[in-house]
């Protein structure tokens, strides 16, 4: 699933891609690590810590200002993920008011003390308290706040004990509305270097860059978090909130259950999703008066959870044809009339199914366009010195090419495409025909996946039939098995210490500026199956897009097509 859409709105790489060219001529450490292909695209080797290294450096400096120095050894702190993170928290302490002075500490800041630069520079009313264990990563952390003169805002502070809270706010007053952090995520070396994999996924494509004592800690960062629940009880509304990073989705039920062991009333967990690497957050208060955000992902999960439409086609309609040709019509109905493009399809034994876009609404006011074309025509009927008979609408003539398609599988002679003459099937004939000669084998051969029956169809002698099939199938942009929205991102791997931010892991493999534009440019995405069960019928599912209600406008107008068809069928039989 591509995971940039689910992004956080604020989240400046959502819409801004880093320019690895740009950067590189900017930054010359990492004009280093830089190499481009014939083409001249510009690629980073995420495998290599070095590159990881100086590609964050560069990004902190140039989209945040950050001058940020990170020892040779260890954690390289991924931006887009960072800052997934801190708005997130934003959007909880919203309401507050945004010029409210917010106090937040940061367990376990590590040697970029990354969180709290970047959430000072975007918030000039937060600061921070810092707390590091690791002696290096300390000293690193008191480096950046000082070369970004913030020791005003964010105090560094060595962890003194093995609690995480407890010793830090034991004997003080102040209350602090939130602590985040990015707990060790292992409970040992196996865990850390993959080799307790029980599971299947992909072996990372990105390089581990943590040190043991930043990514090991005793229970993993489910006995981490556990003990901060604990802590909590004790603690009680020193924090307001409290959250904390979870690298591995399987870690999340174990806390709410602690949580809920714990009867702390007030919870909610979250997703950050980036490329192809999801993280996810936890937050529990002791303040029944904090009201959580919704997730965006969840949100969109439900919406992709409701049941399709289904449309039962009507018996005349479906007549005796079979799976193949019906799904072809209604297929042929959305990408021809609707311009509905096709991203993918697939099929299995008793149903077909399509990935459609749509990128303009062109299925609303139909009647009212067909009206007013109507009058058009009228008028330049009237104004024709040859009294031709008038055009037809585009749709008007896509349609009758599928009821002459059926009824020539049918056999029906009353609409022979050879006595049809009209100029419009003998341009589209002669269409058919040009796109016949001109295809490119590539293009046979995706037309074959899509139909194994096309080169039936070509050896038919009835070439009437075989153009119209054909017709059918040229110039449509099936791009068999494949999603329109390509990922932009490695990942892969539950460990935050291999994640990269998807933006710049997206570089190398699939990124590239269409994929922004593909994803701003549709208003509709879902998934249609023809299938065959008892009768034939259509499903729509909803997979993304501006308003699900256009879902049901274009069901709407395949069944009126489907309606009109039949009407048409029963008076010319009359
Ligand atoms: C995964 S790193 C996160 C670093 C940084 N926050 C980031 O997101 O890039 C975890 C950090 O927590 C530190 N740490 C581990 N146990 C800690 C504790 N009990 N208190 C404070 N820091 C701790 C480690 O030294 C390490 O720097």
């Keep these: 699933m591509a995971l940039n859409k689910f992004m956080h709105p604020r989240n400046v790489y959502k819409k801004k891609k880093p320019d690895f060219k740009q950067l590189a001529m900017k930054y010359p450490n990492l004009q280093k690590h830089m190499f481009t292909d014939l083409t001249g695209k510009a690629f980073i080797d995420f495998k290599n810590a070095s590159s990881m290294r100086e590609l964050s450096i560069a990004l902190l400096k140039d989209d945040f ?11 390289v702190p991924t931006v887009s993920l960072r ?19 917010i106090k937040g500490i940061d367990i376990g800041t590590g040697a970029s003390c990354v969180y709290p630069l970047l959430g000072c520079k975007l918030n000039p009313s937060w600061s921070f308290l810092a707390v590091e264990k690791c002696d290096t990563n300390t000293q690193y952390a008191e480096k950046n706040v000082s070369a970004n003169k913030m020791e005003d805002r964010i105090k560094v502070r060595k962890q003194q004990d093995d609690s995480i809270l407890l010793h830090l706010l034991h004997d003080t007053d102040t209350v602090y509305d939130f602590c985040m952090c990015n707990p060790p995520f292992f409970a040992d070396h196996s865990e850390a270097q993959g080799t307790s994999r029980k599971d299947d996924r992909a072996e990372p494509s990105s390089v581990s860059m943590a040190t043991p004592s930043e990514s090991i800690t005793e229970g993993g960062e489910i006995g981490f978090v556990k003990n901060m629940i604990q802590e909590s009880m004790e603690l009680k509304s020193k924090v307001r909130v409290y959250t904390s990073m979870v690298g591995k989705k399987s870690s999340l039920p174990k806390l709410k259950e602690e949580i809920r062991r714990l009867e702390i009333p007030n919870f909610t967990t979250t997703e950050f999703c980036q490329g192809k690497t999801m993280r996810w957050g936890i937050a529990w208060s002791f303040d029944s008066s904090v009201i959580f955000p919704k997730s965006l992902f969840q949100a969109a999960r439900k919406e992709k959870d409701r049941p399709p439409l289904q449309y039962t086609l009507p018996s005349e309609f479906v007549g005796d044809l079979d799976l193949q040709t019906i799904a072809k019509q209604i297929y042929f109905i959305l990408k021809e009339e609707l311009k509905i493009s096709c991203d993918s399809s697939s099929e299995s034994e008793d149903c077909l199914m399509f990935e459609m876009t749509a990128k303009e609404n062109t299925w609303s006011h139909q009647r009212r366009k067909r009206r007013a074309k109507k009058m058009v025509d009228t008028e330049t009927r009237k104004e024709s010195p040859t009294n031709d008979p008038p055009e037809r609408s585009n749709s008007d003539i896509d349609f009758e090419k599928t009821s002459h398609y059926k009824d020539k599988i049918r056999g029906n002679p009353t609409t022979d495409l050879g006595k049809k003459k009209t100029s419009e099937v003998k341009s589209m004939k002669r269409k058919y025909q040009t796109f016949d000669r001109e295809n490119s084998q590539e293009e046979d051969s995706k037309r074959r996946r899509f139909c194994p029956d096309i080169e039936k169809l070509r050896q038919s002698p009835d070439r009437n039939a075989e153009e119209e099939n054909i017709e059918m199938l040229e110039g449509d942009t099936i791009s068999v098995g494949q999603s329109d929205v390509q990922d932009c991102s490695m990942g892969g791997k539950d460990k935050e210490t291999e994640g990269c931010t998807a933006t710049e892991q997206s570089q190398k493999t699939s990124y590239s500026d269409s994929v922004d534009k593909k994803e701003k440019e549709y208003i509709l995405k879902f998934k249609l199956t023809v ?4 009768q034939f019928a259509i499903e729509m599912a909803w997979i993304d897009g501006q308003n699900r209600e256009f879902m049901h406008q274009v069901l709407q107008y395949l069944k009126n097509k489907v309606k009109s068809n039949n009407n048409k069928q029963s008076s010319e039989q009359k």
Excluded at 65 to 75: F, H, I, K, N
Excluded at 531 to 534: D, G, I, P, S, T
């Design 65 to 75: 200002g950050l001058d940020v120095t990170l020892p040779p050894e260890g954690l």
């Design 83 to 101: 800052l997934n993170y801190i708005h997130w928290i934003e959007d909880i302490l919203e309401p507050l008011g945004r010029g409210t002075n």
């Design 531 to 534: 299938k065959k069960l008892e």
